[in-house]
């Protein structure tokens, strides 16, 4: 069974709102990451936060970690066309011999 | 200008063929990954290697092999033992042997049984 699991599935907005992505996940981790995948292209790293971490921020991007709720969450502020694609978080856990054990995804869609 | 370079994009294969898929990189990473991505899905690991001639399987190495003969290239070769290749492969490679650090990726090889 997957390691993370993505919420929702899919997620259509409009240009310039805002766009929120979870993962949850069941065992302890050392970090968390998430990616994004381009229709039919390899993924691009977007931001890693560390077990230790609650909060991180890169650009539009906006990241939490609740290690107790083993949960995390991406924002995507003020979304563009250009953000369309799928978004995967990414989890690095304990009892996994540190290996990255990818979620299903979330299909976002920003309409012009 | 550095990368992660995948050959072929697309690939077609008659069933009972064994075909082999290419990943380079000059990234300088000791350590490389292949995955598979099936339409609508998350990835899931067929094989690791962290160092020059050493590799482990992943999840799903069943009808897979690979080889690490040298630093820059992981190639992967789907036997005619995989049930059910037709899948997107996407191969990635990470700087240090410590794994679950950040993964860089190649643009991917479509393969389809025919």
């Known amino acids: 069974s997957q390691q993370g699991e993505e919420d929702p599935q899919a997620l259509s907005i409009q240009e310039g709102e805002n766009a929120t992505m979870n993962c949850s996940y069941k065992?302890?981790?050392?970090?968390l990451q998430w990616y994004r995948q381009n229709s039919g292209r390899g993924l691009v790293h977007l931001i890693l936060i560390r077990s230790n971490e609650r909060e991180k921020h890169s650009g539009r991007l906006r990241v939490t970690l609740d290690t107790s709720k083993k949960s995390s969450s991406l924002l995507i502020t003020a979304s563009r066309a250009a953000d369309t694609a799928s978004y995967f978080c990414?989890?690095?856990?304990?009892?996994?011999?540190?290996?990255?054990?990818f979620g299903g995804g979330t299909r976002l869609m920003v309409k012009p | 200008d550095g990368g992660i370079t995948q050959s072929p994009k697309y690939l077609f294969r008659k069933e009972g063929q064994n075909v082999t898929l290419s990943c380079e990189q000059n990234?300088?990473?000791?350590?490389m990954y292949w995955y598979r991505q099936d339409p609508g899905q998350g990835l899931r690991l067929i094989y690791y290697s962290q160092i020059v001639n050493d590799f482990q399987k992943g999840d799903i190495a069943e009808g897979y092999s690979v080889s690490r003969e040298k630093k820059e290239s992981f190639p992967l070769t789907v036997t005619s033992a995989q049930k059910n290749p037709t899948a997107f492969y996407l191969c990635a490679s990470s700087p240090r042997t410590a794994l679950g650090d950040t993964q860089y990726f190649g643009p991917g090889t479509r393969l389809t049984v025919l």
């Open positions: 065992t302890s981790i050392n970090n």
């Open positions: 990234l300088n990473h000791d350590a």
């Open positions: 990414a989890t690095d856990a304990h009892n996994a011999g540190n290996m990255l054990t």
